[in-house]
């Protein structure tokens, strides 16, 4: 039981895993026979019932004749005449085995066999009672035969027993059946061709989908497949296409994207590195130097002759003590805005505002609207503050601004910052696409600095008119009200 179960599945696999070609082909091939062989049955059928009737009609018409011509011989018993009419009919008719004239009492007066009569037909044939025709059909070394007997009209004149053969039925239901397979073999043909050139148009273009398919799955993404018609299959091929074109798009994006972020990591680890030495260069040369002196005085007062002579090395002490803090402040402030720790982002801003109007000479207007005395955590604030930097900053190399803008607004979800200069303005998607821009990364740093806390940057531009640069950075409710 489990056996045939196992084998039916295996089969059902086998039958399932051949191709649609061989599947669409199969089942033309297959409907094209059982139509073609069961249409031929049917036809035999219907032709061998209506030439039973019809050999049966012909038998029945020899016996009618043979009566009538034979009437008055039977009713004189003259076997010559009868003799005569016999072999005249079984000539003149291709079906006809034989012929018989017998007297009232069954005796045979006349026949057509060439020596005595067969066994089967020695004995009389009983005519049912009140009708004067009997059929029966007798087996005979060359098949069947129909034999039939008619009583003659006159009472007790005799009868008249008629013989047809079917083999010229037989010859013909061969024929025709033979005419009726060579019919089915060619509608099968006929079937078998109209499904190959169907299942070619269907499946070839599914094969060539399917390269193209593996061609993307590897990642390459320029094969496209051939749109051959406007159906179905054409409109798959045509969407197959515009998604390999899309990915392909995405994937060069992807990869313009990584190259540009690989960039950035190495400025940014460059700047870090040069921003290192520039403080150990600053600590040595300024700091130390001033540390050296400190030291040197610090000696030479432990040394002082006399209270004014400490007093001035002192006073002198005093004044290397104020400028070395003063340039440990500067260095400090450099490296990390103490302002934006101390005061927040908003006072950052405006002093790195205040600082960039006096080197420019431009004016630039600066608002902050909103609860900015609360702080926001520390990562979104250093985001907006380098934004606003680099925007102020590109404002300063490429647009030779007449005015400039800074707003800061604080919403209950989100901190937005907008920097607005007037301008030459310049084509953003152009720049943000252009493949030299990679070694221009303050727009691309600026959006990806902005995409790692969860916010928007957006650029607009108008050549002539200016550029907006909007920050929207989410920043949750609860974070303004946990730090209050
Ligand atoms: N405010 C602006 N006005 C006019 N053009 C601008 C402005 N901001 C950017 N651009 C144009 O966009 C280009 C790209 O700017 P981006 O900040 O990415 O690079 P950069 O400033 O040239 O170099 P860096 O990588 O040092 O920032 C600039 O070269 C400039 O042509
Ligand atoms: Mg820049």
Redo the contacts with the bound molecule.
């Keep these: 039981m489990k056996l045939a179960t196992e084998t039916k599945a295996r089969l059902l696999r086998a039958a399932l895993g051949v191709g649609v070609r061989t599947k669409i082909m199969g089942i033309a091939l297959g409907l094209t026979l059982l139509l073609g062989l069961g249409v031929s049955l049917l036809l035999q059928r219907a032709f061998v019932g209506v030439l039973r009737e019809g050999l049966e009609e012909v038998g029945i018409d020899v016996a009618e004749n043979a009566v009538s011509d034979g009437a008055e011989p039977l009713l004189t018993r003259n076997a010559f005449a009868l003799q005569r009419v016999a072999e005249s009919l079984y000539r003149s008719h291709r079906d006809v085995r034989y012929v018989v004239f017998r007297d009232s009492a069954g005796h045979v007066l006349a026949h057509t066999f060439a020596g005595t009569l067969p066994p089967d037909l020695q004995k009389s044939r009983d005519l049912p009672a009140g009708r004067p025709l009997r059929v029966e059909v007798l087996d005979s070394d060359e098949g069947p035969i129909h034999d039939i007997t008619l009583g003659a009209p006159e009472a007790g004149a005799g009868s008249v027993q008629v013989g047809v053969t079917e083999n010229w039925l037989r010859q013909r239901v061969r024929k025709m059946t033979c005419q009726l397979v060579a019919a089915t073999l060619a509608m099968s043909l006929l079937g078998i061709g109209a499904a190959y050139v169907l299942t070619a148009v269907l499946t070839n273009p599914i094969r060539e989908l399917t390269e193209v398919a593996r061609a993307a799955s590897e990642e390459t993404f320029d094969r496209r497949a051939q749109v051959v018609a406007e159906d179905e299959i054409g409109e798959l091929s045509r969407a197959f296409n515009f998604m390999c074109e899309r990915l392909g798009r995405s994937r060069e994006e992807i990869r313009r994207k990584e190259r540009m972020r690989l960039q950035l990591l190495q400025?940014v680890i460059t700047a870090q590195e040069d921003e290192r030495k520039r403080v150990a260069r600053e600590l040595h040369d300024h700091t130390g130097q001033q540390l050296t002196t400190l030291a040197v005085e610090l000696k030479a007062l432990g040394n002082a002759a006399t209270l004014t002579e400490a007093k001035e090395r002192a006073q002198h002490l005093r004044g290397v003590v104020a400028q070395t803090l003063s340039a440990v402040r500067g260095l400090a402030f450099e490296l990390r805005p103490s302002i934006l720790d101390d005061l927040g982002l908003a006072a950052a801003i405006e002093r790195h505002v205040e600082d960039y109007q006096r080197e420019l000479g431009v004016p630039v207007d600066f608002e902050a609207v909103g609860p900015w005395s609360n702080p926001l955590p520390a990562e979104i604030e250093t985001t907006l503050y380098r934004i606003c930097q680099?925007?102020l900053?590109?404002?300063a190399?490429?647009?030779?601004?007449t005015h400039l803008s800074v707003l800061l607004t604080r919403r209950r979800d989100s901190a937005v910052a907008i920097v607005e200069?007037e301008?030459?303005?310049?084509d953003?998607d152009a720049?943000?696409s252009?493949h030299e821009?990679e070694?221009?990364?303050?727009?691309?740093?600026?959006r990806e600095r902005a995409g790692l806390v969860g916010g928007k940057l957006t650029?607009e531009?108008r050549l002539g008119r200016?550029?907006t640069?909007f920050v929207e950075i989410p920043c949750g409710a609860s974070t303004s009200e946990e730090k209050t």
């Design positions: 400025k680099e925007a900053t590109n404002a190399r490429h647009a030779e601004p200069d301008g030459k303005g310049f953003v720049a943000l252009d821009g070694r221009h990364l303050g727009l691309f740093g600026m650029i531009s200016g550029t640069v």
